[in-house]
Nanobody, 121 residues
């Protein structure tokens, strides 16, 4: 069992940057594929970015939603049991609650509590 704690949300102006963190408790963090999802008011939750386990390295393969590709990155630090979401060039449409996710195989799926990101002037 792994527990996920997301942090780093807040209010930022358009064009600004923010870094979200997701700290995982428990062992074997490196085996999980990690992801960030978001849910804006009145919309369904959507995938923002995902990074594969990468084995014993921090360099898993990544994929991004078209809307954030080139602006967001999802590095992971297995030694710290943490995955990040670095968000640059933020836009008002990035406003949402962001959720961290850990997945292993078809049946293991953990969610963290969300952290709110508001992009507004």
């Amino acid at each position: 069992q792994v527990q996920l704690v997301g942090s780093g949300g807040g209010l930022v102006q358009p064009g600004g940057s923010l870094r979200l963190s997701c700290a995982a408790s428990g062992s074997s963090f490196s085996i999980y594929a990690m992801g960030w999802y978001r849910q804006a008011p009145g919309k369904q939750r959507e995938l923002v970015a995902r990074i594969s386990s990468g084995g014993n390295t921090n360099y898993g393969s990544t994929n991004y939603a078209d809307s954030v590709r080139g602006r967001f990155t999802i590095p992971r630090d297995n030694a710290r049991n943490t995955v990040y979401l670095q968000m640059n060039s933020l836009k008002p449409e990035d406003t949402a609650v962001y959720y961290c996710n850990a997945r292993f195989g078809p049946t293991v799926n953990h969610w963290g509590k969300g952290t709110l990101v508001t992009v507004s002037s």
